[in-house]
Structure formats: structure tokens, C-alpha cells
């Protein structure tokens, strides 16, 4: 299979894996991040992924698939004002590309135009760290700033150029006048490490930077910290991150940022949990290629989590009241999609009246074939209308041939419990199916009525225990999820 074939393949394999009731990720691709509501970035081409990839020194097939992973799902950087219409060296004067045409997109008024100019941008700023072409000049310090250092190397190349990358690209973030709309660097390696991406960040922190996507191409060889705290500004709205150390976040203004996407990166679960709390209004998370044992969030604006390839044992999601989509994925091969293996244990805090997050559990219980420990915390109240919702969701088909259940569930607890019908229909189909289970708890809080548990156990009694060994257990506890949320296993 060809690498673009493959990174098609790896995206629709990480959404296909898990993709809740109501359609998957309304994006191009699971990498490919909204903008503006509309869905307008593509998947990398095998010739981008083959230049990113040159700039890593591992020759390790196994390392190189890695890379590729975390490149096939990066969006492709958005065009420029100026779109070269040929490729680099197709120009008609000696082929060194100056004289290839460049589409350069203006507005004139509310009328949009389109001029042809004989000249092309990148060989400029490849050369000279700026534009000198009066007429491109102009153009080019009214609009936002663009940079992709692709660019640059795929133009340097071209004209046998020989570049200072570090350099170059703080050059033409210097000579800019405006506001930078979009910065990446996944071509060339940062030679002096977290020191050069502080003073890239100053600068872009003070040009009001909208999007900042970072590949550290030294990696294995050198796992770079990532300064992210000079980042911290108003203006952030998405951020990638790939083959990075995150540690000791302290971000106080980053209200817009709404989408963080991490791959292949060391940040410990603590670290984690305050980069996710900080960011007041994240609606995305991705999660690629992380090694820890465990993920806590606790986020009440984040919408979509998703966790592809990684060996988490534990999720715990606490008061994510927003959150309607959990996708849980891995690398697609030979087009088949492997669920994530390594998840043991699962806390939910979850809004049971809600169809989306109900569903979660199902989704996430299908991707985790080999879950022991599942615990709902419901946080909300019961309704009138949970009979009939209970009987819909049809919960004994619906988790009755699901693998983790019938091989591995062990332990099985409701937190919270309020007496009301979709709590007792899950708890019975799970009990019906549950062949491996051992411990099933009913826990409500202590400020509960002593008949909270009368109908469950009328209705629970009536089912047949696929487990003989599965003890019940009926209990009242004082409901703390914060102390829950954090305990260790």
C-alpha cells in the first residue's frame, strides 16, 4: 500500500473504530481540524510526507512508521495568498522557478479578483528571509502571515540554494509586519532546541499567532521541552504538537484555543489534566501515540476526545458536561481497524438523559475489547421519560455480543445512583452478559431515601447472572467524584 493510501486508510480507520450515534468527526479526516465551521483541509500527499520525513535522521523502519503515523494525520497547512500554479523549476529563464506563474488572491472592494504575476514568493524568502518584490511586497504585508517552512526547504532545493532553516524562518517572522494566521515547522530540525522555539514564540505571541503546529524531527535521538507556557496568549486557537516533552503548564490566557492535538509526546497525567483544565474553551483533544497509564480530564467545554494507538490503561472523564463524542482508535492495517487493546479501567461521569453520552458507553466498551473495570458517575437527575428511553436503547441487544464484556469485565459500579430506569437498564444487561463479572455496586449517596434501591432490585432479581460469581452489592457513600476521580490503581 502506497504512503497516501495509507494515510487515507489511517484516517478512516481512527474514526470508523468508534464513532458515536449521529455521525463521526465533521472533518476531513480525523486530522484535519475545523476552521470556521467548514471542513477545507485535506490529507497530506505521499510527496509532503516523504519531505517532512527527510528531515529525521532515524533510519529505523519501525521509528519510520511512527513518523509516518503522526504525519498522516497532520491537515495539510492552508495555501498561501500566493498559490504556485507549477512546480518549483518550471519557470522559463533557466529553470531556477522565479519565473513560474503565482496566483495572488486580492480583494478589490466586496469583488474578488485573481492577478497572475511571473514570480514566485518562496524562492524570495528563501533567499533573502523576506519579500523585496515591490508589487508582492505590498500584498504580502497586508495579509496574515502564513509560513510553512516546507515551503521554504522545497524552494531552497530548487534553486540549490543553501539555507540556514532556524534563521530563515525567524527572519520572515521578523519582516512581517502583521499578525500570524498560521506557523508550522515539520520540515527541518530545530537545532538549538526549546531556546529557538522560545524566541519563535515571543514573536508569535506578540503577532497574535492563530494556529502553531510543531514536529521535532530530532526525535528519538532528542525528546525537546516544549515551552508552551510562551505561547499563552488570546489570540491561540489550535495547536499541534508531535514528538515533544510538556511538563508544568501555566496558561492563563488562551480563551480561544479549541483544539490541541498531541502526538507521540511525553506529559504525564497531571500534566495532562492542567493543560486540559486551563484551556477554558477546548472543544477537541486529540491524543496519538502516548504512553502513559492513565488520562483524567476534567473539562466542562471539551466536545470530542479522541485516543488513537496509545497504551492507556485508565480513562477517567469528570465533569465533561459537554462532551458528546469519545472516539478510541489505532493504526489501520491491511484495512483492518484494531481497537485500543490496553484500556483496564474507565470512569464516566456521564448525563444519562442525553441519547449521545449514553451511547458513549456502548462505543467505548466495543473499541476496549479487553476493559475489567467500567464505573459510571451520573450527573444528572431522573425524568419522567426514562421508562420509555430504556425500552429504545434496547441495552440487552445492544451490549449483548460485545467481547469485553463476555471475556473480561470484572468490576462493574454505578456512582451516583439515582433509581432511575436507564441506570437499572444498563446494570441488568450488564449483569445478563457480564460472564466474567465479580463485583456489581449500586452506589448512591448518603442524602438518598432508603427505597433508592426498591426497584432496582425487584427488576435485577428477575434476571439470570451469566456470572455465578458476580456478588451485588447495594450501598450509600458520601458521592465525592473529586477524590474518585483521582485515586490511584
Same mark, same amino acid.
Given at each position: 500500500?502506497?504512503?497516501?493510501?495509507?494515510?487515507?486508510?489511517?484516517?478512516?480507520? =481512527?474514526?470508523?473504530?468508534?464513532?458515536?450515534?449521529?455521525?463521526?468527526?465533521?472533518?476531513?479526516?480525523?486530522?484535519?481540524?475545523?476552521?470556521?465551521?467548514?471542513?477545507?483541509?485535506?490529507?497530506?500527499?505521499?510527496?509532503?510526507?516523504?519531505?517532512?520525513?527527510?528531515?529525521?535522521?532515524?533510519?529505523?523502519?519501525?521509528?519510520?512508521?511512527?513518523?509516518?503515523?503522526?504525519?498522516?494525520?497532520?491537515?495539510?497547512?492552508?495555501?498561501?495568498?500566493?498559490?504556485?500554479?507549477?512546480?518549483?523549476?518550471?519557470?522559463?529563464?533557466?529553470?531556477?522557478?522565479?519565473?513560474?506563474?503565482?496566483?495572488?488572491?486580492?480583494?478589490?472592494?466586496?469583488?474578488?479578483?485573481?492577478?497572475?504575476?511571473?514570480?514566485?514568493?518562496?524562492?524570495?524568502?528563501?533567499?533573502?528571509?523576506?519579500?523585496?518584490?515591490? =508589487?508582492?511586497?505590498?500584498?504580502?504585508?497586508?495579509?496574515?502571515?502564513?509560513?510553512?517552512?516546507?515551503?521554504?526547504?522545497?524552494?531552497?532545493?530548487?534553486?540549490?540554494?543553501?539555507?540556514?532553516?532556524?534563521?530563515?524562518?525567524?527572519?520572515?517572522?521578523?519582516?512581517?509586519?502583521?499578525?500570524?494566521?498560521?506557523?508550522?515547522?515539520?520540515?527541518?530540525?530545530?537545532?538549538?532546541?526549546?531556546?529557538?522555539?522560545?524566541?519563535?514564540?515571543?514573536?508569535?505571541?506578540?503577532?497574535?499567532?492563530?494556529?502553531?503546529?510543531?514536529?521535532?524531527?530530532?526525535?528519538?535521538?532528542?525528546?525537546?521541552?516544549?515551552?508552551?507556557?510562551?505561547?499563552? #496568549?488570546?489570540?491561540?486557537?489550535?495547536?499541534?504538537?508531535?514528538?515533544?516533552?510538556?511538563?508544568?503548564?501555566?496558561?492563563?490566557?488562551?480563551?480561544?484555543?479549541?483544539?490541541?492535538?498531541?502526538?507521540?509526546?511525553?506529559?504525564?497525567?497531571?500534566?495532562?489534566?492542567?493543560?486540559?483544565?486551563?484551556?477554558?474553551?477546548?472543544?477537541?483533544?486529540?491524543?496519538?501515540?502516548?504512553?502513559?497509564?492513565?488520562? =483524567?480530564?476534567?473539562?466542562?467545554?471539551?466536545?470530542?476526545?479522541?485516543?488513537?494507538?496509545?497504551?492507556?490503561?485508565?480513562?477517567?472523564?469528570?465533569?465533561?458536561?459537554?462532551? #458528546?463524542?469519545?472516539?478510541?482508535?489505532?493504526?489501520?492495517?491491511?484495512?483492518?481497524?484494531?481497537?485500543?487493546?490496553?484500556?483496564?479501567?474507565?470512569?464516566?461521569?456521564?448525563?444519562?438523559?442525553?441519547?449521545?453520552?449514553?451511547?458513549?458507553?456502548?462505543?467505548?466498551?466495543?473499541?476496549?475489547?479487553?476493559?475489567?473495570?467500567?464505573?459510571?458517575?451520573?450527573?444528572?437527575?431522573?425524568?419522567?421519560?426514562?421508562?420509555?428511553?430504556?425500552?429504545?436503547?434496547?441495552?440487552?441487544?445492544?451490549?449483548?455480543?460485545?467481547?469485553?464484556?463476555?471475556?473480561?469485565?470484572?468490576?462493574?459500579?454505578?456512582?451516583?445512583?439515582?433509581?432511575?430506569?436507564?441506570?437499572?437498564?444498563?446494570?441488568?444487561?450488564?449483569?445478563?452478559?457480564?460472564? #466474567?463479572?465479580?463485583?456489581?455496586?449500586?452506589?448512591?449517596?448518603?442524602?438518598?431515601?432508603?427505597?433508592?434501591?426498591?426497584?432496582?432490585?425487584?427488576?435485577?432479581?428477575?434476571?439470570?447472572?451469566?456470572?455465578?460469581?458476580?456478588?451485588?452489592?447495594?450501598?450509600?457513600?458520601?458521592?465525592?467524584?473529586?477524590?474518585?476521580?483521582?485515586?490511584?490503581?
Amino acid at each position: 500500500m502506497g504512503t497516501a493510501e495509507r494515510g487515507k486508510c489511517l484516517a478512516r480507520g =481512527r474514526v470508523a473504530a468508534c464513532g458515536l450515534a449521529g455521525g463521526g468527526l465533521a472533518r476531513g479526516g480525523v486530522g484535519a481540524w475545523r476552521r470556521g465551521g467548514e471542513c477545507d483541509i485535506s490529507n497530506p500527499t505521499e510527496q509532503d510526507i516523504n519531505e517532512s520525513i527527510a528531515a529525521f535522521a532515524t533510519k529505523t523502519s519501525d521509528e519510520l512508521d511512527v513518523i509516518k503515523d503522526v504525519l498522516l494525520v497532520l491537515p495539510k497547512a492552508p495555501r498561501s495568498i500566493f498559490c504556485c500554479n507549477q512546480s518549483l523549476g518550471g519557470g522559463d529563464s533557466g529553470g531556477d522557478g522565479t519565473n513560474s506563474s503565482t496566483l495572488i488572491h486580492t480583494e478589490r472592494g466586496t469583488t474578488a479578483s485573481i492577478e497572475v504575476i511571473p514570480h514566485d514568493i518562496s524562492i524570495e524568502l528563501a533567499r533573502f528571509g523576506s519579500v523585496r518584490s515591490s =508589487r508582492c511586497k505590498t500584498i504580502w504585508e497586508k495579509q496574515p502571515l502564513i509560513l510553512h517552512d516546507a515551503d521554504i526547504v522545497h524552494a531552497a532545493k530548487a534553486i540549490n540554494f543553501q539555507v540556514d532553516m532556524m534563521k530563515r524562518i525567524t527572519s520572515i517572522l521578523q519582516s512581517h509586519p502583521g499578525p500570524v494566521k498560521y506557523f508550522r515547522v515539520d520540515s527541518s530540525d530545530i537545532k538549538n532546541g526549546m531556546e529557538q522555539l522560545e524566541e519563535w514564540f515571543n514573536i508569535l505571541r506578540k503577532k497574535a499567532v492563530e494556529e502553531v503546529v510543531i514536529v521535532n524531527s530530532s526525535w528519538p535521538d532528542r525528546m525537546i521541552d516544549f515551552p508552551i507556557n510562551d505561547l499563552d #496568549c488570546e489570540s491561540l486557537r489550535r495547536i499541534g504538537i508531535c514528538f515533544f516533552r510538556i511538563s508544568d503548564t501555566v496558561l492563563n490566557y488562551v480563551e480561544n484555543l479549541s483544539a490541541i492535538d498531541l502526538s507521540c509526546c511525553a506529559i504525564t497525567s497531571q500534566d495532562l489534566y492542567t493543560l486540559v483544565s486551563q484551556s477554558k474553551n477546548l472543544k477537541e483533544l486529540d491524543i496519538g501515540l502516548y504512553k502513559g497509564a492513565a488520562i =483524567r480530564l476534567n473539562s466542562k467545554s471539551l466536545e470530542v476526545l479522541l485516543i488513537w494507538h496509545s497504551t492507556v490503561q485508565n480513562i477517567s472523564v469528570q465533569k465533561a458536561l459537554k462532551l #458528546c463524542k469519545i472516539l478510541v482508535a489505532a493504526r489501520r492495517r491491511n484495512h483492518d481497524v484494531a481497537p485500543l487493546h490496553s484500556l483496564r479501567r474507565l470512569v464516566l461521569n456521564i448525563s444519562l438523559q442525553v441519547k449521545k453520552e449514553r451511547f458513549t458507553i456502548k462505543n467505548l466498551m466495543k473499541s476496549c475489547t479487553a476493559l475489567k473495570e467500567l464505573t459510571l458517575w451520573r450527573n444528572d437527575a431522573t425524568s419522567d421519560d426514562e421508562g420509555v428511553d430504556a425500552i429504545f436503547d434496547d441495552w440487552p441487544t445492544v451490549l449483548k455480543d460485545l467481547s469485553c464484556l463476555k471475556l473480561h469485565l470484572e468490576v462493574f459500579n454505578i456512582k451516583n445512583f439515582k433509581g432511575g430506569d436507564i441506570e437499572i437498564a444498563i446494570a441488568a444487561a450488564i449483569l445478563e452478559n457480564g460472564s #466474567c463479572l465479580k463485583q456489581f455496586t449500586l452506589e448512591a449517596d448518603v442524602s438518598c431515601h432508603d427505597d433508592i434501591f426498591d426497584h432496582a432490585k425487584i427488576d435485577l432479581q428477575k434476571i439470570h447472572q451469566a456470572s455465578v460469581r458476580a456478588v451485588v452489592n447495594y450501598m450509600t457513600g458520601q458521592s465525592d467524584c473529586i477524590n474518585f476521580f483521582f485515586e490511584e490503581v
